[in-house]
């Protein structure tokens, strides 16, 4: 298991969607309680409020929880918020393109459930 | 002469290999590693006289019972208390310091009361007394550290009032390695206030260094099994004698008492009144094995091979640019635990990236997110020895911190 393939360090040394969105309909935070990493997820949706028109992360965290906010942050621009809630710890590992041990799921979650929180505030 | 690497084999466990190569275990810490005599002694219970303590007429019940009681003997001797009688077996360190607070505190403390404890302070023995001190109307104090990490004497003086009932401190942070002068600080603590008790988390000094309850004059002491070669589920609460006479059990049941009528019921003396039920004798009877192997050992050199390992690795983390670590960096004052931080390298991955090579050692905050917020880090990576590790431990972790930074580079 190579975990810390080209494209992960890639996504952890260049964060992609990192940063705050001006006028964001919707937030949330996440805290990792094994090593206090928190992660804050910001979302403005499409004018009919039914899918994430764009998104940005903040937040300190290990390469897999960064590199994971950045990919999926790429991937859910566009989709709908039941399309959104389906997403999966199978789906982030294969976003990741690796299997995690049980003690790094968590580092892999935390940005799926942030963004899960904040958009289930929407309804 | 103490010999490391001899004593590796007496423990199972570092004969393992994992992908055809040896283990590096610096997070003992955490918990410690077991040595094949504990093992064996727990298993003796198991195969030759498994019966309940206390009750038992018949041979196999008294060789249990004599064996149990024979490890508070020991535990006692080990740590210098008065009498066996003293000694009070818990699962944990943390249920010693809920004892202390449930049984005493809880009861004899009033609204208005001050209780002090510190920055550097396990969970265990911070979060119980901010939660009684919600429950009871009662102050939390606290006592900071220097950049250093070391307590501030100065500060003590202004902390304990006439209105502080406790002093809750640790005897070595698990997180910056200190080592606190305790009996110094009863002695201060005493001269302000004659009333405040001290409470001294010892899970951190026990296991590593001589302790002596009666010099330390402290009127609690808690520390655990697991982390000095011992079984996991059990722990100790050392307390002054009249302090337990004092105390009223907070778990009630079987075991615990003389007496029980429809309407009333008389508790057990010392220590038994304190101990509700079954409890954990393999490991009791292992525990008090641990403390021969550490006794043969002898404490003197166990705290002198790690002051060693402590000088080797300071000099080892300076040669390495981007390489932190929190805590005073005074030997004679240090035990052997590092909390790092790594330039551009997450604590998570780091213990990732060396658990490749079977380096074993914990990232997180290590149950002191005070202590981490007031060092304003989030996480360190911390490697930890005890009587097992050697020196080339200490170069394989610096040799796995090497390939973090190549590979974060």
């Known amino acids: 298991m190579d975990l810390y393939r080209e494209q992960i360090l890639d996504h952890y040394k260049h964060p992609r969607n990192f940063g705050h969105l001006e006028g964001a309909h919707v937030m949330s935070e996440e805290i990792n309680v094994s090593c206090g990493d928190k992660i804050a997820i910001e979302i403005q949706l499409s004018d009919d409020k039914e899918r994430i028109a764009d998104i940005r992360f903040s937040g300190e965290g290990c390469a897999i929880n960064q590199a994971s906010a950045s990919m999926l942050t790429e991937e859910v621009k566009g989709m709908t918020i039941p399309q959104v809630m389906k997403l999966d710890l199978p789906y982030i590992e294969k976003l990741l393109g690796t299997t995690l041990t049980p003690s790094r799921v968590k580092c892999a979650l935390l940005p799926l459930e942030a963004i899960q929180k904040a958009v289930q505030s929407v309804r | ?409």
Request: charged share 20%.
């Open chain 2, 1 to 409: 002469m103490f010999d490391a690497k001899k004593i590796q084999k007496d423990f199972p466990q570092l004969t393992r290999k994992i992908n055809g190569k040896r283990i590096v275990y610096l997070d003992s810490t955490a918990t410690s590693l077991k040595p094949r005599p504990v093992i064996d002694k727990e298993n003796e219970y198991y195969t030759q006289y498994t019966a309940n303590v206390f009750r038992g007429i018949y041979t196999t019940s008294e060789e249990a019972t004599a064996a149990y009681e024979n490890a508070r003997v020991l535990t006692a001797s080990f740590i210098g208390a008065a009498t066996p009688e003293e000694v009070v077996f818990t699962r944990n360190t943390s249920e010693s310091i809920n004892l202390a607070a449930y049984s005493y505190m809880l009861n004899s403390f009033q609204p208005g009361d001050r209780v002090v404890t510190t920055i550097m302070e396990h969970h265990s023995n911070f979060v119980p007394w901010q939660q009684l001190g919600r429950k009871r109307g009662i102050m939390v104090d606290i006592w900071g550290v220097t950049p250093d990490g070391l307590l501030d004497m100065a500060a003590l003086e202004k902390l304990i009032t006439p209105k502080t009932k406790l002093l809750a401190v640790t005897a070595a942070s698990n997180v910056l390695g200190t080592i606190t002068p305790i009996t110094e600080i009863v002695r201060v603590v005493k001269r302000l206030n004659p009333h405040c008790l001290v409470l001294v988390d010892a899970a951190q000094a026990v296991p590593h260094m001589p302790v002596n309850v009666q010099e330390w004059d402290a009127d609690f002491v808690v520390f655990s099994s697991h982390k000095m070669l011992g079984p996991t589920g059990i722990g100790v609460l050392w307390a002054k004698r009249e302090l337990l006479e004092e105390m009223t059990p907070f778990n009630y049941g079987g075991d615990m008492i003389s007496e029980v009528h429809v309407d009333r019921t008389v508790f057990k003396a010392p220590p038994h009144k304190f101990e509700a039920g079954t409890p954990h004798i393999a490991g009791v009877i292992g525990f008090g094995k641990a403390v021969e192997y550490l006794s043969a050992l002898g404490m003197e050199n166990i705290r002198a091979h790690e002051r060693d390992l402590v000088s080797y690795a300071i000099k080892q983390f300076h040669a390495v640019a981007g390489l932190e670590f929190l805590g005073p960096k005074n030997p004679d004052i240090r035990g052997g635990v590092f909390a790092c931080t790594l330039k551009n390298a997450h604590p998570h991955d780091i213990a990732q990236l060396l658990n490749e090579t079977n380096v074993f050692i914990r990232a997180g905050n290590h149950c002191a997110m005070p202590l981490h917020e007031h060092f304003g880090v989030v996480s360190t990576a911390r490697a930890s020895f005890y009587v097992y590790t050697t020196r080339e431990d200490i170069d394989a972790f610096i040799e796995g911190i090497l390939r973090v930074q190549k590979t974060f580079s």
